[in-house]
Nanobody, 120 residues
Framework: QVDVAESGGGLVQTGGSLRLSCIVR????????AGWFRQAPGKDREFVAA????????EYADSVKGRFTVSRDYAKNTVFLQMNTLKPDDTGVYYC?????????????WGQGTQVTVSS
């Protein structure tokens, strides 16, 4: 069983930054791809970013390229999503996913999500 838990969401003004964290408790540290997805009110869940199991490859949705950065800390079994220059359109529930098809899924394990709200 793999447990996934996100944290770090909150309320921020346009242009601000947030850093999301995702702890992935798995049998073998680091041997999984991980992805970030988000769902805005009334919209389908969409891919945001992903990092390969080795960390050597990352992928981003066009809407976040140049503003978001995905990274991982193998020692802490944690995946991060650094979000800069946030816009109101970035508002939504952000989900972390682990163990699946890199980059945009499907993934086998999902967290409960963390709310990100960007005020204009």
């Amino acid at each position: 069983q793999v447990d996934v838990a996100e944290s770090g969401g909150g309320l921020v003004q346009t242009g601000g930054s947030l850093r999301l964290s995702c702890i992935v408790r798995a049998r073998t540290s680091g041997t999984y791809a991980a992805g970030w997805f988000r769902q805005a009110p009334g919209k389908d869940r969409e891919f945001v970013a992903a990092i390969s199991w080795g960390g050597g490859s990352t992928e981003y949705a066009d809407s976040v390229k140049g503003r978001f950065t995905v990274s991982r800390d193998y020692a802490k079994n944690t995946v991060f999503l650094q979000m800069n220059t946030l816009k109101p359109d970035d508002t939504g529930v952000y989900y972390c996913a682990a163990e699946g098809t890199y980059p945009n899924g499907p993934y086998n394990y999902w967290g409960q999500g963390t709310q990100v709200t960007v005020s204009s």
